[in-house]
């Protein structure tokens, strides 16, 4: 009997990833897909929470993705391992703070470990030559090959034709010319592709889900780096990168105001870790303290709080502050005046 070959796909809820697992699963070959879990690829998260986005689906595009193709999905936690990559990428960052080619070596690598301990027979991920600027050019694409150690037991179906053969088209396990030859960041062949298989409900095929690709995510971020003298964060503090405004009145701390009610919500469940500033004598957003502000400090973000609050025009305002051990006080404040925050709070 003809062996049934076996391949693990890196699904990231994209349309790349849907496509190149679905040309395999085309060619008879048995797959199922791997999600690395990062911490920064929260999907659905701001959509859940803010109002802006209520139209945007709520999902976890990886999951939607293997439910199409009908393939099992395993979610690999990676968050401590990942930490090493991001803090020393041997590569580099990219625009922002994306360290984009070490985390593509990174995940491959995981992978191979995957097939190896799960009796896989190779690897598929859904890269395209020339579509993005570092990790996916023709140069790159063999290193990472090779620096993942997965060498030609990788494979990429969206552009196999570009580069060189690999074990599987060598040995027959799939058929080269069922393969493709996509190359560039235009989204046209694959979008064709997708009407061809009768994919017409996917994520936006023009970016990943990656926050680190964000400019002011990755300001964020580097400020938090900054503030606490080392490249340390926890799953947490990734999670409140992403939620309401920050603004920094001071280098010992910042404050974390909510934009809107969801967001209010979200952080009402971190504040037995921080402490929290809510107005009570006008409606207005919930704010977290992050560091040690001091009286002056706590009194200037109380008026930054008022400042955002429907009390922004009164004379004073009245805020409730919860310290973690859950004890509260109230403090009176004249809200703060626009020309009395300066752009440079902002992260």
Request: glycine share 8%; hydrophobic share 35%.
């Amino acid at each position: 009997m003809k062996k049934q070959y076996k391949a693990a796909a890196l699904i990231s809820g994209g349309l790349d990833s849907m496509l190149a697992a679905r040309v395999i699963q085309d060619q008879g070959i048995y797959v199922e897909g791997l999600n690395f879990f990062t911490g920064f690829c929260v999907e659905g998260h701001t959509h859940a929470i803010r109002k802006k986005d209520r139209n945007k689906p709520k999902r976890n595009n990886a999951l939607w993705v293997a439910e199409q193709l009908g393939v099992k999905l395993h979610f690999v936690d990676v968050v401590e391992e990942y930490k090493d990559i991001l803090f020393n990428p041997k590569h580099g960052y990219g625009a922002n703070l994306n360290p984009c080619l070490d985390c593509k070596i990174f995940m491959v690598e995981k992978a191979l470990e995957w097939i190896k301990e799960n009796d896989f027979d190779f690897i598929i991920t859904g890269e395209v030559i020339g579509q993005r600027p570092k990790s996916q050019r023709k140069d790159t694409m063999p290193v990472v090959a090779r620096e993942s150690g997965a060498g030609d037991l990788l494979l990429r179906p969206l552009c196999a034709r570009n580069l060189p053969p690999t074990r599987p088209e060598l040995e027959g396990w799939v058929d080269r010319q069922a393969l493709f030859d996509f190359s560039g960041r235009t989204r046209k062949p694959q979008m064709a592709l997708a009407r061809r298989f009768g994919f017409e409900d996917y994520a936006q095929p023009a970016g990943g889900c990656c926050f680190l690709t964000d400019a002011q995510y990755s300001d964020k971020l580097a400020d938090l780096w900054q503030s606490r003298g080392q490249k340390q964060y926890e799953l947490d503090d990734i999670m409140l990168l992403k939620v309401g405004r920050h603004l920094r009145p001071g280098p010992e701390f910042k404050v974390i105001i909510s934009r809107e009610e969801g967001e209010g919500n979200f952080l009402q469940g971190y504040r037995d870790r921080f402490v929290s500033l809510k107005t009570t004598s006008h409606a207005g957003p919930l704010a977290l303290i992050d560091g040690e502000a001091g009286e002056a400090g706590l009194e200037l973000a109380a008026r930054l709080v008022a400042r955002y609050s429907q009390g922004r025009d009164a004379e004073r305002v009245e805020l409730e502050i919860r310290e973690k051990d859950g004890s509260t006080r109230t403090l009176s404040v004249a809200p703060l005046q626009p020309h009395e925050i300066p752009k440079e709070w902002r992260l």
